[in-house]
């Protein structure tokens, strides 16, 4: 993908080792990294120029990470623009964070240490799935005349949080807790790939005494009261050797 008018990355992370790496990476990558190495920076140059994308560490010196997507997603909201999609990077162990991350509305998380190719294609994917977000430096183009509106497509699912429920087209389902909890994850993130790995540390109790094959049993009974409400349809894609995505044809309604 050739880029004339660089991506620009906001990178906010206090280790100049890691800012390095990433600024090295993104900009071998075609991108336009701009680092800042405290949450202040941070807020300051998102004023400044919005980036298509935010690189967030959780553990600033001056404010914590989760508050600073907080400040910026309310910046971007009230520029009366798209929504800048956000990743966090969290330390290896700390499953809350992945957890707390996700639930705020992340588009993604990538534990440290990590490797530098990953990161950029999560960030690509990411940017796919959101159109792209903003262009640095580009000169805001009038939109073209808004077609009619098409019919709406009905939504596959509706999760409901507070009453722990789900309706897959309209019917509600029965499920088992950890049915619900992988499918809850799944829904809220179309498309994102989740490891066995990081499916048992952020659905289950206690991972450490759980295995893969429990991810796949609960993923075998649950594709099966799928297929109970709609026959023809698959909605969980399994990456043989990775893990299971949920089919991003397929968007989730939240209420």
């Keep these: 993908m050739s880029l004339s008018l660089k991506q620009r990355v906001l990178i906010a992370e206090d280790e100049p080792g890691i800012a390095d790496t990433l600024q090295y990476v993104l900009r071998s990558d075609g991108f336009e990294p701009v680092w ?25 010196p001056d404010m914590n990470g989760f508050e600073l997507f907080k400040r910026l997603q309310s910046m971007s909201r009230a520029s009366g623009g798209p929504d800048v999609p956000m990743l966090f990077l969290t330390a290896r162990n700390d499953e809350i964070d992945r957890v707390v991350g996700l639930e705020l509305g992340a588009d993604d998380y990538i534990a440290k240490p990590f490797s530098p190719r990953e990161l950029v294609a999560r960030v690509r994917t990411i940017l796919r799935r959101s159109g792209g977000s903003a262009l640095a430096g580009a000169a805001a183009t009038p939109a073209p005349p808004a077609a009619p509106p098409a019919a709406a497509a009905p939504t596959p699912f509706v999760l409901d949080a507070e009453r722990m429920q789900i309706r897959y087209y309209g019917r509600l389902l029965e499920l088992s807790r950890y049915e619900y909890g992988l499918l809850r994850l799944m829904i809220q993130r179309p498309g994102r790939v989740f490891t066995r790995e990081e499916l048992l540390q952020l659905v289950w109790d206690d991972a450490s005494d759980s295995f893969d094959r429990t991810v796949d049993a609960h993923i075998k009974t649950l594709r099966a009261k799928l297929r109970e409400v709609a026959p023809g349809i698959e909605p969980i894609r399994t990456l043989r050797g990775t893990g299971y995505a949920l089919n991003e044809e397929l968007p989730a309604q939240a209420q």
């Design 36 to 60: 800042c190495a405290t949450a202040q920076e941070a807020l300051a140059q998102f004023q400044a120029a919005p980036p298509a994308i935010a690189i967030l560490d959780i553990g600033l």
